[in-house]
């Protein structure tokens, strides 16, 4: 039995989308949830969990990570994905640490101290 | 006049939802597109484009950063945004660093050089 047609025959547009689209092409921006990704890391943060995973394209021959912001709002979970590929690596990461070095900066000027979240701060 | 009006005189779901709850809390992942960023990061990437905003909280006593992916898939564009706030900095940017590490290193082992993507490559 294929998986792919458990997937679409679910109800949501979103999975019969993905069934349907799910290997024309590699920046198609398509989750493959029933395809193992070959590392993930899981960060938990309040309500949110940050999810990173390295996932193959079809040809397996290139890979790219998928950042996803899972959040908990009024009992609703929210998801929103970022794809990264490896050209965009060295600038992804650079633009990120300008825009966090900012956030530092702001609030060392305020006499703010940041403490990283502790592991027992997840709220689920 | 207060901009708030004009927003939730919009038609949308998504900015009537703004309008009501934009200053509700601080982790509600409202994007307030009224207010200037304090710092703002544009990146091309082929069909997507990728966006750093580092915006202050309703109080001014914190900042947080917003990343943004906007898609054109098929003349749509879609976006996708990812909120970071300075207690998960550290570990963002190492899951990052570990995730996009492991890509290179697999391509690495396939041969496969790595270039970084040209700015005119953008197909905007």
Redesign the interface.
């Known amino acids: 039995m294929d998986y792919r047609d458990q997937n679409s025959n679910r109800g949501s547009d979103h999975n019969r989308d993905r069934g349907r689209d799910q290997y024309k092409r590699r ?3 398509q989750d493959q949830p029933h395809v193992e990704p ?2 993930s ?1 899981k ?1 938990r ?4 969990n ?1 999810f ?3 996932r193959p394209t079809k040809s397996e ?5 998928v ?1 996803t ?1 899972s ?1 908990k ?1 009024d009992d609703k979970i ?1 998801r ?14 650079e ?6 070095g ?3 900066e ?2 060392k000027a ?1 006499g ?1 101290e ?4 502790k592991e027992e701060e997840h709220e689920d």
Chains 1, 2 share one sequence.
């Not at 943060?45 to 949110?48: D, E, M, N, S």
Request: no cysteine; aromatic share 14%.
């Open positions: 920046d198609g921006g070959l590392h890391i960060l943060a309040g309500r949110r940050y990173f995973d390295v021959q290139d890979f790219y990570v950042m912001e959040k709002m929210t929103s994905k970022i794809f990264l590929y490896k050209e965009d690596f060295i600038k992804f990461a633009a990120l640490n300008e825009s966090t900012i956030v530092l702001k609030l305020l703010i940041i403490t990283p979240r």
